[in-house]
């Protein structure tokens, strides 16, 4: 099998397998009820609060790692 083959076999199974498993049922993906009984909304607003401040921190240490290494290139010419 040619490379380009090897690669479309793969993205077609992979997107197979993609679909299959996201094809439950919607309310079986949602992980906290922001509803007003039981204090779901404050607790709700902690966990968006924490994937919020995760992202920003992800974000900012790939730049780091990207400036790095920019830094390294300019060195090494």
Not at 32 to 45: H, I, Q, R, S, T
């Amino acid at each position: 099998m040619t490379h380009r083959v090897r690669a479309l076999v793969v993205l077609v199974a992979s997107s197979v397998t993609a679909l299959a498993l996201s094809a439950s049922p919607a309310g079986a993906q949602q992980l906290v009820d922001a509803g007003k009984e039981n204090g779901g909304g404050a607790l709700a607003f902690v966990l968006f609060t924490v994937l919020v401040g995760l992202t920003f921190g992800v974000l900012f240490a790939m730049d780091r790692v990207r400036r790095r290494r920019e830094r390294e290139q300019d060195q090494q010419r």
